[in-house]
């Protein structure tokens, strides 16, 4: 089983990122995918998640109307398309898939600073 992160980076506040997090080694399709942060000092939160069809989100109050979650089955990978960053978004970025069993990424790096 893998899931890998990637996409994360340095950016500007204001600025854009897509990250995005390929699986293998289990039955994507049936996932439940989430996006979670971890910021210095704090816990992991929640940031957004996706059923496993696809066919419906959910984001923290904190992101919502700047960050979008989409999936694709055939590439059995998971997207966070993140627009208006602010310094505040700055964290390690996980990926989280949900069934009958849990896996997670090991996380990438994502900061918003001029």
């Known amino acids: 089983v893998q899931v890998v992160e990637s996409g994360g980076g340095l950016v500007q506040p204001g600025g854009s990122l897509r990250l995005s997090c390929a699986a293998s080694?289990?039955?994507?399709?049936?996932?439940?995918m989430s996006w979670y942060r971890q910021a210095p000092g704090k816990e992991r939160e929640l940031v957004a998640g996706i059923t496993n069809t696809g066919g419906s989100s959910n984001y923290a109050d904190s992101v919502k109307g700047r960050f979008t979650i989409s999936r694709d089955n055939a590439k059995n990978t998971v997207y966070l398309q993140m627009n208006s960053l602010k310094p505040e978004d700055t964290a390690v970025y996980y990926c989280?898939?949900?069934?009958?069993?849990?896996?997670w990424g090991q996380g990438t790096q994502v900061t918003v600073s001029s």
């Open positions: 989280n898939a949900r069934f009958l069993t849990t896996h």
């Open positions: 080694g289990f039955t994507f399709s049936r996932y439940y």
